[in-house]
């Protein structure tokens, strides 16, 4: 049985702001689990007995090489994909660098990364959540991303 396909998939979603207030994203390559070709922020599902917060952690580990901290949960977003028959619901969590640069570190589920301020997204073409995702932002966030504590 396939997370998310099968039954519904829990997931995870990781925010990474940099200290010039911008967010990172991934191009999703031709082995990403879902709409491929689109730029979203990096994530993917829960394992069995893993906390969400860790899962986050770890989601941007194995897919950019770099270590993140947790600074707080932004929000819970039900990610449908009807085209791809897929239903997920995610948590995104605001996150900081603490140790490297992102890199593609799996270039077949990754073409392209990139740090983008929240007009330069717009332009994009986005995954279906990232739209919510946005929306949540702009709304905990009406005088622009935050700084993040050091």
């Not at 709409?35 to 993917?44: C, D, F, I, K, Q």
């Not at 332009?123 to 279906?128: D, E, K, M, V």
């Amino acid at each position: 049985m396939l997370k998310g396909v099968d039954y519904i998939g829990v997931g995870v979603g990781a925010v990474i702001l940099s200290s010039d207030k911008k967010i990172f994203l991934a191009q999703r390559g031709v082995k990403a689990k879902n709409e491929r070709g689109h730029w979203s922020v990096p994530g993917g599902g829960v394992d069995w007995g893993e906390r969400r917060v860790a899962a986050a952690v770890r989601e941007v580990q194995e897919e950019h090489a770099c270590l993140v901290e947790v600074v707080r949960e932004i929000g819970t977003i039900d990610h449908i994909i009807p085209d791809e028959s897929q239903h997920w619901i995610t948590t995104m969590f605001l996150c900081k660098l603490v140790q490297g640069e992102p890199l593609i570190n799996e270039p077949e589920k990754c073409v392209a990364i990139g740090w983008f301020d929240l007009t330069e997204v717009t332009s994009l073409p986005l995954a279906s959540y990232m739209y919510t995702l946005l929306d949540l932002l702009r709304e905990q966030y009406p005088n622009g991303l935050p700084d993040l504590p050091k």
